[in-house]
């Protein structure tokens, strides 16, 4: 956590723990702390963690199974797989228009910076 940043507390915990699961850093599997745990952790808020579980839970990159805790789900690897996909599909699109790999990569960087606002 970064205090100092501009990017959101819940962000921060759901791209850390998104980077994670997809280097494989978080094995399939492995049981995540649990909201209060973590919260009490890092020094913010449940409600901050829960959002940012919330996002990775839709993302599918953990699934919550009630009481027994938050897991990183097996479908992490589907998502990085997908993401793959979506660039490659980008870099033909944006090739097939013109668009020089430098210029497509200044749009893809602000699109990521937007998305984290």
Not at 53 to 74: D, H, K, N, P
Not at 88 to 117: F, M, P
């Given at each position: 956590?970064?205090?100092?940043?501009?990017?959101?507390?819940?962000?921060?915990?759901?791209?850390?723990?998104?980077?994670?699961?997809?280097?494989g850093t978080l094995?399939?599997?492995?049981?995540?702390?649990t909201?209060r745990?973590?919260?009490?952790?890092?020094?913010?808020?449940p409600?901050?963690?829960?959002?940012?579980?919330?996002?990775?839970?839709?993302?599918?990159?953990?699934?919550t199974?009630?009481?027994a805790?938050?897991?990183?789900?097996?479908?992490?690897?589907?998502?990085?797989?997908?993401?793959?996909?979506?660039?490659?599909?980008?870099a033909?699109?944006?090739?097939?228009?013109g668009?020089?790999a430098?210029e497509?990569?200044?749009?893809?960087?602000?699109?990521?910076?937007?998305a984290?606002r």
């Amino acid at each position: 956590m970064d205090p100092s940043s501009g990017v959101p507390p819940f962000e921060q915990v759901r791209s850390g723990l998104a980077r994670q699961i997809n280097a494989g850093t978080l094995a399939v599997g492995t049981k995540l702390p649990t909201v209060r745990g973590l919260a009490e952790e890092l020094g913010i808020a449940p409600n901050t963690i829960a959002r940012a579980y919330r996002e990775l839970e839709e993302a599918g990159l953990i699934e919550t199974r009630g009481r027994a805790g938050s897991f990183v789900a097996s479908s992490g690897d589907e998502s990085l797989s997908r993401a793959r996909e979506a660039a490659e599909t980008y870099a033909a699109v944006t090739r097939a228009l013109g668009v020089s790999a430098d210029e497509a990569l200044k749009i893809v960087r602000a699109a990521l910076n937007h998305a984290d606002r």
